[in-house]
């Protein structure tokens, strides 16, 4: 059945004007309060999943998931590492560091373990075939808590789950996700005492936010209509450049390695966006890392909102409760994620300061690492954005290997 609107130009508009009125409703006095709760995030993928479930638009028939995946996705996540700064990082401490890392290790070995407990639990789970297999759809999760929303939908293509299943793993990402985001926050508030426990010294923190406040004051600036091209045309550039090194690259491989199929190597979109990420992060190393100053990141998360609502066009959301097990997973997964973070804490003595930004830089990317970060102190932020910058540049290959692993383990229940 056609939908009501067929129109990419209108449908655009439609996505447009929902980003911006979810935005406004973010910082509006009357409605900020609501979306306490429910996060905007939240609403970016539902509301055109609800249009096109009711028939309005059809993400099937538009092209606009092909363009923001194969254009807007590999450019934000240029943008979005362009800006790692690596002095930075190492100012920052070991301890910090090493938080960061023990996250990304918890969420590596949490999803294959939690498939594996949950797959013995209820054989339902790895019974499907093709593309509706969990593992696809869970690989696709990887990307995201160990990256961001770009990582995820970037795993999206290589590993292609069904559009029912990666609806399904949306909401448990983001219910999951933002369930332990709650516990985070008020565990900033009794810092002090898990602190104690941790028996950690807290006093480098406010070394750090000093640190900050004198390295920020003059650096932001206004953006030109230079600094907005030169912006773009970096993202864009660097996009067509893993444009041209795939077609360069598949070809070749499958002439010459065509084993590296099982592990979709051969597939022009995994180059396109490890050829852009690998480029970001050598920028960073270079003067374009400036350009953050003039918000390379915020055009990078524009793009991503954009392709955030473009997938939602895509969902079913009367089968994202399909299967409650899947919810068990993610719990499972997040728990081993939590245990594995907070023991290597307790072993190093890192203050919790440490322990919540390196878990939201993986889990949440630059969406809430800040939000936790300012949770202790508004000008600790930017300790946020630089861990989740970090999380940006290796979501895609660990989130990548993860999936692989997810992979063996749902194939040794046949």
Same mark, same amino acid.
């Given at each position: 059945m056609n939908p009501l609107i067929t129109n990419d130009a209108i449908v655009i508009g439609i996505l447009l004007v929902i980003l911006a009125l979810v935005f406004q409703g973010e910082q509006h006095p009357r409605t900020k309060r609501f979306f306490e709760y429910v996060p905007g995030i939240l609403i970016c993928y539902f509301v055109p999943g609800l249009l096109n479930s009711f028939g309005v638009i059809s993400g099937d028939q538009s092209k606009l998931y092909f363009v923001a995946s194969r254009y807007l996705l590999p450019a934000s996540l240029v943008l979005f590492c362009v800006s790692l700064d690596f002095s930075a990082l190492r100012k920052l401490g070991t301890k910090s560091l090493l938080m960061f890392f023990s996250g990304t290790l918890g969420v590596f070995i949490g999803g294959p373990l939690a498939l594996l407990i949950v797959g013995a639990l209820f054989p339902s789970i790895v019974a499907p075939s093709g593309a509706d297999e969990t593992w696809r759809g869970f690989?696709?999760?990887?990307?995201?808590?160990?990256?961001?929303?770009?990582?995820?939908?970037?795993?999206? &293509?290589? $590993?292609?789950?069904?559009?029912?299943?990666?609806?399904?793993? !949306?909401?448990?990402?983001?219910?999951?996700?933002?369930?332990?985001?709650?516990?985070?926050?008020?565990?900033?508030?009794?810092?002090?005492?898990?602190?104690?426990?941790?028996?950690?010294?807290?006093?480098? =923190? &406010?070394? #750090?936010?000093?640190? @900050?406040?004198?390295?920020?004051?003059?650096?932001?600036? @206004?953006?030109?209509?230079?600094?907005?091209?030169?912006? #773009?045309?970096?993202? @864009?550039?660097?996009?067509?450049?893993?444009? %041209?090194?795939? &077609?360069? =690259? #598949?070809? $070749?491989?499958?002439?010459?390695?065509?084993?590296?199929?099982? $592990?979709?190597?051969?597939?022009? $979109? #995994? %180059?396109?966006?490890? !050829?852009?990420?690998?480029?970001?992060?050598?920028?960073?190393?270079?003067?374009?890392? &400036?350009?953050?100053?003039?918000?390379?990141?915020? =055009?990078?998360?524009l793009f991503l909102f954009v392709l955030i609502a473009t997938i939602g066009m895509k969902m079913n959301v009367l089968a994202i409760f399909s299967n409650p097990a899947y919810f068990l997973i993610g719990i499972i997964w997040m728990t081993v994620h939590a245990v594995v973070i907070l023991t290597i804490a307790k072993i190093i003595r890192a203050p919790f300061f440490f322990v919540a930004v390196g878990s939201q830089a993986n889990i949440g990317a630059a969406a809430s690492a800040p939000i936790v970060a300012s949770a202790f102190h508004p000008s600790l932020a930017p300790i946020g954005v630089i861990l989740a910058v970090l999380g940006y540049a290796v979501g895609t290959y660990a989130g990548y290997i993860c999936g692989l692993i997810m992979e063996m383990v749902y194939r040794s229940f046949a």
């Open positions: 690989a696709t999760l990887a990307g995201s808590w160990i990256g961001g929303g770009a990582n995820q939908t970037a795993l999206k &293509e290589v $590993f292609k789950p069904s559009d029912n299943l990666f609806s399904a793993t !949306i909401a448990v990402d983001v219910i999951v996700a933002n369930v332990w985001l709650a516990i985070l926050l008020y565990g900033a508030g009794i810092s002090e005492k898990i602190d104690r426990w941790l028996k950690a010294d807290a006093s480098a =923190i &406010e070394t #750090v936010k000093q640190r @900050i406040l004198a390295n920020q004051r003059g650096k932001t600036r @206004i953006p030109s209509l230079t600094d907005l091209l030169t912006i #773009v045309a970096l993202g @864009i550039g660097c996009t067509s450049l893993g444009h %041209w090194g795939s &077609e360069l =690259i #598949v070809p $070749f491989l499958a002439k010459n390695a065509p084993y590296l199929a099982q $592990f979709s190597l051969l597939d022009n $979109f #995994v %180059w396109i966006v490890l !050829i852009a990420t690998a480029l970001g992060i050598g920028l960073s190393f270079t003067p374009a890392r &400036e350009l953050e100053n003039a918000g390379a990141s915020r =055009i990078g998360s």
